[in-house]
Every structure is written in structure tokens, then in C-alpha cells.
């Protein structure tokens, strides 16, 4: 299971894996005091501004993995439509709701 980016007009593209973004958002939050990325990362969406962007590229990372999802997700909010949000892709109504039944 993973993570994807969707905005305004749905989906945008795939963002991590579940311990992909639970180890960018653990460096992400410890490395940076930017509002708007700790906005995305802590309530798992924000609007898209050129703040968002360039702080979340400013974030520098040794770990290449990680660093790579950074870069991933920069370059996903660059294609984003007014907001950006983090899920699973699930909504609550079909967590409990068996595949192709709605």
C-alpha cells in the first residue's frame, strides 16, 4: 500500500510507500520550521503556494531514499491545482466496503 498526491481535480501521482512517508515525513518535520510543509505533512494537506515548493526543495537529506521522495513530491506539487493532499486513496465510506462493491 502507498501514499498518493491528489489536488483540486484528483489524482496527481504516487507520493511513497507507507514507511517511505512515514521516514521523509519524520526527516521533513525534524529539518524545517515552514509552515506550509509542516502544514502538508502533519494535517496531510495544505494550498499550493511557490512557498510550499521551494521550501520542501530547500530540505536537504544524506539519506538518498529519502531524499528522492523529497524530490518526487516537489516536483508532484509543482503539477498540483490550488491544493495538495496526501492519502491512501481510500475514503472512509470504502474502508469498510469490499472491492468493486459500493
Not at 484528483?10 to 515552514?34: C, E, F, I, R
Amino acid at each position: 500500500m502507498g501514499f498518493y498526491l491528489y489536488d483540486a481535480n484528483g489524482y496527481v501521482g504516487d507520493v511513497a510507500s507507507n514507511n517511505g512517508l512515514m521516514m521523509m515525513s519524520d526527516y521533513v518535520l525534524s529539518s524545517t520550521d515552514s509552515k506550509p510543509v509542516k502544514e502538508l505533512f502533519e494535517d496531510g494537506c495544505t494550498p499550493v503556494t511557490e512557498e510550499l515548493i521551494v521550501d520542501l526543495k530547500a530540505i536537504r537529506c544524506p539519506d538518498k531514499s529519502i531524499m528522492d521522495s523529497i524530490l518526487n513530491l516537489a516536483e508532484l506539487l509543482g503539477k498540483c491545482d490550488t491544493i495538495a493532499i496526501i492519502s491512501d486513496g481510500m475514503t472512509p465510506d470504502s474502508e469498510d466496503t469490499p472491492e468493486g462493491e459500493a
